[in-house]
């Protein structure tokens, strides 16, 4: 089971919109194109073979069609992309041989399908694709060309396709590497790679729209005179403390029930799904030791030690949102540090 999931993903679109959009077109031009050589090369030919290219013209049409009723995910998940990518090829040399046609003119046709799998498709599909044109392409040439003219029209337009499919693919995975990058960028904080607050926002805003039973609690993250800090240290130094006390969070909470963001200057959140408040409360105390705990080793090897006050804030199932939740965890924040810092404070019910 996990062989035939691990091949189907092979198979199937980069990005299904853009896949069925480009599908479409291309079915509508190939459609255009085979219907004018039709009537412009083939105005005498025999009943027979007009209709063939006709069906192919029709059968062209009707997957345009498709591409536009069906969504675009169905259409990448039944694999109607790739199979209509590997007909292309099966109709395209079904002509060539029907026609005896092995001008240039005639391959040409079997990049339109290498073309759209090499832009559309992961690696698995543009092999799929790319072998069966090359394929379809010699069957053509060596019953209808002398062998030595096959060999070398195969191994020219071979070559053609295949430098088409390599440098297609290399130029997806590269753009998919940056894409990555620049969506991992605006997600994380680039200091102490906790997310940032847009991206916590999101993860929030979905947790509070999906309720469970235990609620969802806030925890808001202050570090006491970071102020002093940079100011005696100097501003390296109090970069060096957030990243050190987003180590000391994560060593901590794990990442499978608790979200950790630095929302921005020295303020860092921890969001808690399905935590009741005296979890939430318990966690929080938790983390206050863990700092106390962990002094920061300065260059010169002394130890700072580090005080952080927190505030903490919970929503029972279905009740509340988002600003609530913050004004909530923020005034039991400002509670804490009113209170004497190095301290937890918990919002009133």
């Given at each position: 089971?996990?062989?035939?999931?691990?091949?189907g993903?092979?198979?199937?679109?980069?990005?299904?919109r853009?896949?069925?959009s480009?599908?479409?077109?291309?079915?509508?031009?190939c459609?255009?194109?085979?219907?004018?050589?039709?009537?412009?090369q083939?105005?005498g030919?025999?009943s027979?073979?007009?209709?063939?290219?006709?069906?192919?013209?029709?059968?062209?049409?009707?997957?345009?069609?498709?591409?536009?009723v069906?969504?675009?995910?169905?259409?990448?998940?039944?694999?109607i992309?790739?199979?209509a990518?590997?007909?292309g090829?099966?109709?395209?040399?079904?002509?060539?041989?029907?026609t005896?046609?092995?001008?240039?003119?005639?391959q040409?046709?079997?990049?339109?399908?290498?073309?759209?799998?090499?832009?559309?498709l992961?690696?698995?599909?543009?092999?799929?694709?790319?072998?069966?044109?090359?394929?379809?392409?010699?069957?053509?040439?060596f019953?209808?060309?002398?062998?030595?003219?096959?060999?070398?029209?195969?191994?020219?337009?071979g070559?053609?396709?295949?430098?088409?499919?390599?440098?297609?693919?290399?130029?997806a995975?590269?753009?998919e590497r940056?894409?990555?990058?620049?969506?991992?960028?605006?997600r994380?904080?680039?200091?102490?790679?906790?997310?940032?607050?847009?991206?916590?926002?999101?993860?929030?805003?979905?947790s509070?729209?999906?309720?469970?039973?235990a609620?969802?609690?806030l925890?808001?993250?202050?570090?006491?005179?970071?102020?002093?800090?940079?100011?005696?240290?100097?501003h390296?130094?109090g970069?060096?403390?957030?990243?050190?006390?987003?180590?000391?969070?994560?060593?901590?909470?794990r990442?499978?029930?608790a979200?950790?963001?630095?929302l921005?200057?020295?303020?860092l959140a921890i969001?808690?799904?399905?935590?009741?408040?005296?979890?939430a409360?318990?966690?929080a105390?938790?983390?206050?030791?863990?700092?106390?705990?962990?002094?920061?080793?300065?260059?010169d090897?002394?130890?700072?030690?580090?005080?952080?006050?927190l505030?903490?804030?919970?929503?029972?199932?279905?009740a509340?949102?988002l600003?609530s939740?913050y004004?909530?965890?923020?005034a039991?924040?400002y509670?804490?540090?009113?209170?004497?810092?190095g301290r937890?404070?918990?919002?009133?019910a």
């Open positions: 089971m996990a062989q035939s999931v691990s091949i993903e092979a198979l199937r679109a980069r990005d299904a853009a896949s069925a480009s599908t479409r077109l291309i079915l509508v031009v459609a255009a194109v085979v219907a004018g050589l039709t009537v412009v083939q105005a030919a025999e027979g073979i007009l209709a063939v290219h006709w069906t192919g013209v029709a059968v062209l049409l009707i997957g345009a069609v498709a591409c536009t069906l969504s675009p995910e169905t259409i990448d998940r039944t694999g992309g790739v199979v990518a590997v007909a090829v099966t109709l395209i040399c079904t002509l060539n041989l029907i005896h046609d092995t001008s240039a003119a005639a040409a046709f079997f990049s339109f399908p290498v073309f759209w799998a090499a832009s559309n992961r690696a698995g599909g543009v092999a799929l694709v790319t072998g069966t044109a090359l394929v379809a392409d010699g069957v053509t040439l019953l209808l060309s002398p062998p030595a003219a096959a060999a070398t029209d195969l191994v020219f337009v070559a053609a396709l295949v430098v088409l499919a390599v440098m297609l693919v290399r130029a995975n590269t753009q940056l894409v990555a990058a620049l969506q991992q960028q605006a994380v904080d680039s200091l102490t790679g906790l997310v940032n607050r847009r991206a916590f926002d999101e993860t929030m805003e979905a509070l729209t999906r309720p469970v039973d609620g969802t609690a925890v808001l993250l202050d570090v006491d005179a970071f102020k002093t800090i940079n100011d005696r240290h100097g390296p130094v970069d060096d403390v957030l990243v050190h006390l987003a180590a000391v969070l994560r060593e901590q909470v990442a499978d029930d979200v950790l963001s630095r921005g200057g020295d303020e969001l808690l799904p399905g935590c009741t408040v005296e979890g409360q318990r966690r105390e938790e983390l206050l030791e863990a700092v106390r705990a962990n002094p920061l080793l300065l260059p090897g002394t130890l700072l030690s580090l005080s952080v006050s505030g903490v804030a919970h929503l029972p199932r279905q509340g949102k600003r939740l004004h909530a965890a923020d039991a924040l509670d804490a540090k009113r209170s004497g810092r937890v404070a918990v919002a009133a």
